[in-house]
């Protein structure tokens, strides 16, 4: 039963591949979010969707592109990979006026 | 730009002490939120308090906010082994996404 879930949970991968990370949230909530998590441990918001609309998109180069085909799912596609891209990336719901963010485990992506 | 710093960067004590986390943000806030992250895992809601409320608890956490000062603490009173994580404080950002500090590691030693 689980609330937010990510798939998958480790990805390697070449430099110049792209690939996609799947979320999944089963809470009913209407706002979903990307997070990456570098080697520092600093966590900074990439994307953010209420009910299937962009909100925000905090500056992140446009070889990453999320995709929300309901607001039970937001996935996260990444063209191009570059050895930058190497961090934890959570997914994480809420609903707007209610208390927290339920996280996803993380995938760890390494780009070799 | 990065909302949240916590004081100090780890923090390592015995079981049984207590811990206390400082945060400090820069601009207003709605509320602020602690957060916990055990090595390797997602992070899990410890807490939320709004801006009108000056302090919460909830089982062995106590926060304490002090808008003026824009700084919240987080306090877990008898540390148990099982509190070694990171905490994270989050300030709202836009109202539509959270703005995390860098964390405090926190080592908790039988």
């Known amino acids: 039963d689980t609330a937010v879930s990510q798939t998958p949970k480790y990805l390697v991968t070449q430099m110049g591949n792209d690939k996609s990370i799947k979320c999944e949230q089963n809470?009913?909530?209407?706002?979903m979010y990307w997070y990456k998590q570098d080697s520092k441990k600093f966590l900074k918001i990439m994307f953010s969707?209420?009910?299937?609309?962009?909100?925000i998109n905090e500056t992140v180069p446009n070889r990453f592109s999320p995709k929300s085909p309901d607001k039970a799912h937001l996935n996260l596609h990444i063209n191009s990979l570059e050895l930058g891209d190497s961090a934890v990336y959570f997914c994480?719901?809420?609903?707007?006026?209610?208390?927290?963010?339920?996280f996803g485990s993380g995938t760890r992506l390494t780009v070799v | 730009s990065q909302q949240g710093e916590e004081d100090p960067q780890a923090l390592s004590i015995q079981e049984g002490e207590n811990a206390t986390m400082n945060c400090s943000y820069k601009?207003?806030?709605?509320?602020l939120q602690w957060y916990r992250q055990n090595s390797g895992r997602g992070l899990v809601h410890l807490i939320l308090?709004?801006?009108?409320?000056r302090e919460k608890h909830s089982g062995r956490l106590r926060v304490t906010l002090d808008t003026s000062k824009k700084s919240s603490s987080l306090l877990i009173t008898a540390s148990r082994a099982a509190d070694t994580a990171s905490y994270f404080c989050?300030?709202?950002?836009?109202?539509?996404?959270?703005?995390f500090g860098k964390g405090t590691s926190l080592l908790v030693t039988p």
């Open positions: 994480a719901s809420s609903q707007i006026g209610t208390a927290g963010y339920t």
């Open positions: 809470l009913g909530h209407d706002t």
């Open positions: 969707y209420n009910n299937k609309e962009l909100i």
């Open positions: 601009t207003s806030i709605n509320n």
């Open positions: 308090i709004r801006s009108n409320e």
């Open positions: 989050a300030t709202d950002l836009y109202g539509y996404a959270l703005n």
